[in-house]
C-alpha cells in the first residue's frame, strides 16, 4: 500500500484540508496554518522555506530516505556554523558563542526554526514524527525558550515576549503528544 503524503496547493497555501488529519487534531490553533505569522512553525522565512523544501524531499524519496538527512542536508546548505550541539548547551557556552558575533543569534535562532518545522512538517506532511527528529525540534524549542527569557531581560519593553512564550509553549506541548 502506498503512503499517502499531505502537500499544501501553492495557490491556496498552508491549510486544514492539505494537512494529515494527524497534524490537524494535534495543531488545532489557526496559527499552525498561518505563514505569515512569526512565532508559527511556517510563517518566519526559515519556517517556509524548511517546509517548502521538505515537501520537495517527500515528493522525491518518500519513505526510502529518513528525514533526518533532509534536515541535515539543509543546515549543511545555511552554512552558519554553528558549534555542534550547540542548541543543547547550557546558557554560558551558548552566551559566549554569541557575544562572539552579532549575527550568532541570527544563525542559532534559523537553525532552531528549521528543527521546529522540520518535525511539524513532517507531521503535516505524514502524520507522525521520526524520533530524531522530534529530540531535534524539542531541544529547539527550549533554546527558543530560552531566548524568550533572554529577551524579556535584554528587552524588557518587548510586547511580542507574551505572544512568543504562548505559542513556542503550545508547540512543545504539541510535540510532546507524540
Not at 68 to 90: H, N, T, V
Not at 157 to 164: F, I, L
Request: aromatic share 12%; net charge negative; with cysteine.
Amino acid at each position: 500500500m502506498k503512503t499517502k503524503y499531505y502537500f499544501d496547493d501553492e495557490e491556496e497555501g498552508t491549510a486544514r484540508e492539505t494537512s494529515h488529519p494527524a497534524f490537524v487534531a494535534l495543531a488545532s490553533e489557526d496559527f499552525y496554518y498561518d505563514c505569515t505569522d512569526d512565532f508559527s512553525p511556517f510563517g518566519s522565512d526559515d519556517g517556509y522555506d524548511t517546509l517548502a523544501g521538505l515537501e520537495e524531499w517527500y515528493r522525491e524519496h518518500g519513505n526510502k530516505k529518513p528525514v533526518s538527512e533532509f534536515l541535515e542536508e539543509l543546515l549543511d546548505d545555511w552554512d552558519f556554523g554553528l558549534p555542534d550541539k550547540l542548541i543543547r548547551a547550557e546558557a554560558q557556552v551558548i552566551n559566549e558563542w554569541l557575544e562572539e558575533d552579532k549575527m550568532h543569534e541570527t544563525y542559532l535562532q534559523s537553525e532552531c526554526r528549521a528543527r521546529v518545522a522540520t518535525a511539524f512538517g513532517q507531521l503535516k506532511i505524514a502524520g507522525q514524527v521520526d524520533a530524531d527528529i522530534l529530540d531535534e525540534a524539542l531541544a529547539a524549542l527550549r533554546c527558543q525558550l530560552w531566548f524568550n527569557e533572554r529577551a524579556r531581560i535584554h528587552y524588557p519593553q518587548w510586547q511580542y515576549a507574551d505572544q512568543e512564550l504562548s505559542r513556542l509553549s503550545q508547540m512543545q506541548s504539541v510535540l510532546k503528544q507524540l
